[in-house]
């Protein structure tokens, strides 16, 4: 992502339109998730889509066959991870809410399925924030109808790609990484008490991971306030990208998170195996993992 550290230079857009979109063979995407060991229900949530131009036949003379397909090949992909604030009763509606909320905005109101067009990027980011805060506001209303309104909200973390470009929208601590080149980042911030104080100068980073803040969230959907961050990159053969919820990073650290991506193992098999490492370390907390890699 642009605002993240990057151990290669940028490609230009001329470049990475020349770059031959991966064919659908070498995207491998898979999600899973696990209530725990802790937890009396599972009140994560996660969405793997890809996104299609398409019609619907009402009546026609013509047999079904000689129409052909009327479903385009996939012209992007979303993947989203909500994960239901602090095991109130709420949680779990909340962040399912939020994630048919931005499915349905998706569906009826954003152009995805257009060819990539740099000079309508800053557009389309718009409109994946818009998701967002609608999103927002959608949990907000179900929760003061249901009379939970204090305790309705959850994390959102959203990744939209569109060969050759990525967006990324956050809010709360769920997160997403980019594996690239032999080396992991961590792409989103967690909108954390605690992570707060450290940016401030008043907490240590090395004592962040210790404090009782650190899941004390104070941007959420749903909530008081949802603070999004928003930022939009290229995506590269060979790319990983990781999206997860806290109940995996309270056990699994971001080095153990790369050796498993560098293993060799499919999507599939990398997210149970870090799923089955945090339940072997007590399994706390609901745990949610995506993986999607582009291979080369």
Not at 4 to 15: R, V
Not at 66 to 77: D, F, K, M, Q, Y
């Amino acid at each position: 992502m642009e605002s993240s550290p990057d151990a290669t230079p940028a490609m230009t857009t001329a470049e990475l339109l020349a770059t031959a979109r991966p064919q659908r063979d070498q995207i491998d995407v898979f999600g899973v998730t696990h209530q725990g060991k802790v937890r009396k229900e599972n009140q994560d949530q996660f969405l793997i889509a890809t996104v299609h131009k398409a019609m619907q036949v009402h009546q026609t003379s013509l047999p079904q066959p000689e129409l052909g397909n009327l479903l385009s090949p996939s012209r992007g992909w979303l993947m989203l991870v909500a994960d239901g604030v602090g095991g109130v009763p709420g949680g779990r509606q909340a962040s399912g809410t939020a994630l048919r909320a931005i499915v349905e905005y998706v569906t009826h109101a954003m152009a995805l399925y257009t060819d990539f067009n740099p000079e309508a990027e800053s557009a389309f980011l718009e409109d994946l924030r818009r998701s967002v805060e609608r999103s927002h506001e959608v949990v907000r209303q179900a929760g003061e109808a249901d009379g939970l309104a204090s305790g309705m909200a959850t994390t959102l973390t959203m990744v939209a790609a569109r060969w050759p470009r990525v967006y990324l929208l956050h809010v709360g601590d769920s997160r997403c990484y980019r594996r690239r080149d032999g080396r992991l980042d961590l792409l989103t911030r967690d909108q954390t008490l605690a992570q707060a104080l450290v940016d401030a100068g008043a907490l240590p980073p090395e004592a962040k991971e210790e404090s009782g803040l650190r899941h004390v969230l104070w941007s959420a959907v749903g909530g008081s306030e949802a603070r999004i961050e928003a930022q939009a990159g290229d995506l590269r053969l060979g790319d990983d990208m990781v999206l997860c919820s806290d109940g995996l990073t309270k056990h699994v650290s971001d080095a153990e998170i790369q050796a498993q991506l560098e293993s060799g193992d499919t999507a599939e098999a990398v997210c149970h195996q870090l799923i089955q490492l945090a339940l072997a370390r007590g399994g706390t907390d609901n745990i949610t993992v995506i993986i999607g890699r582009i291979r080369k």
